[in-house]
């Protein structure tokens, strides 16, 4: 005999049968039907009908089956997102901030993560993502080489890239780092300083470009020498490995270093030398990771909200996948600067 009931009449919880539509509809007085509405927030429900059958799924401690909700609605209620197998606070943080965004809004998330931002393995990663059921797609771009990548992905996947990409073929979701690293710079010369050193990240990161920008151009207002740049890795080590070019230098007494890490490095080298921060030498950072205000001296950087970038994400995404139109957006969280101990005003007679 075949059984003709609902897909959830099959699932089990813990080798017992759960709870399934049909007892939510036995216990309220109604129909399948209307307890399928109520589940989709239909307006055509009477509100008195609404409240007996939510009462009933309190009761019963009813929880959809995802794989009975795809079948009704046509949608798997999971987001992918592409990212890269790394530790950076940054892009860490940024996936964090999406999965807490989907989990609140109801949404699970599966993950590819890469070891190479090229076309073949991103399109790949799409690709299988949308085999798995993905009703839309996440891509976290922070390298230039992804930019490339992501205008060879298939215009009919709802994606949202988050921190980079192409110009108005994909929607992008970022962190204001250009005014991020403006302001660090602003707050340095505010302090009478007579120009701020830069320590940069690496050449194919999208953030570490802008924060240049936002550096070269807030020095450029004020009418300042904009002295050479130096470069690290966004490693410690390499803040502290920059760090003896900077000490030799005469009249360095500023440095806005593209994230905390690379100023750890720099505050390590200056104290084993006997320099002090800030009075010899101010520093700001980028990111505000948890540590920084545990530096000494406590680290004055600038805040990224991944949390808020997460909310814009998701809601940028679910509005394509809602509208089944690709979107040309592009949405922009302000950053924050935190400050601290680490940045001072130039001591008289400097």
């Known amino acids: 005999m075949v059984d003709k009931s609902p897909p959830e009449r099959r699932v089990k919880r813990g080798g017992r049968r759960a709870a399934v539509m049909v007892d939510v509809a036995k216990l309220a007085g109604v129909s399948y039907q209307t307890v399928s509405r109520v589940l989709h927030d239909s307006p055509h429900v009477h509100p008195d009908t609404r409240e007996r059958v939510l009462e009933a799924i309190r009761q019963l401690d009813y929880r959809p089956s995802s794989v009975a909700q795809a079948l009704v609605t046509g949608r798997s209620r999971t987001l992918g997102v592409v990212s890269f197998d790394t530790t950076l606070y940054g892009p860490a943080s940024t996936l964090l901030g999406i999965e807490e965004a989907a989990h609140d809004a109801g949404y699970g998330v599966s993950i590819a993560s890469l070891k190479s931002f090229s076309r073949a393995p991103v399109v790949d990663a799409v690709k299988r993502l949308c085999d798995q059921g993905a009703d839309g797609i996440v891509v976290i771009a922070p390298q230039r080489s992804a930019v490339d990548a992501l205008r060879h992905v298939t215009s009919n996947v709802p994606v949202v890239a988050v921190e980079g990409g192409p110009d108005d073929s994909v929607p992008v979701v970022a962190v204001d780092q250009h005014g991020g690293a403006a302001a660090a710079t602003r707050h340095l010369l505010d302090l009478g300083h007579r120009t701020v050193w830069h320590i940069a990240g690496p050449q194919d990161w999208l953030e570490a470009d802008q924060r240049i920008d936002g550096w070269r151009s807030a020095l450029e207002a004020a009418g300042v020498e904009v002295p050479p740049l130096l470069r690290g890795d966004w490693s410690a080590r390499s803040g502290y490995e920059l ?54 001296p406590p680290l004055t950087t600038v805040r990224q909200d991944f949390s808020e970038l997460g909310r814009r994400c998701l809601h940028l995404l679910l509005g394509q996948i809602e509208s089944g139109q690709r979107s040309d957006a592009r949405v922009v969280v302000e950053a924050e600067l935190v400050l601290r101990k680490s940045a001072a005003a130039v001591p008289r007679g400097r």
């Open 243 to 296: 760090a003896p070019q900077l000490s030799r230098t005469p009249g360095v007494t500023a440095v806005f270093v593209a994230n905390d890490q690379m100023a750890l490095g720099l505050l390590r080298y200056l104290n084993e030398i006997g320099r002090d921060v800030p009075r010899d030498i101010s520093i700001v950072g980028f990111d505000d990771i948890p540590e920084a205000a545990y530096f000494t």
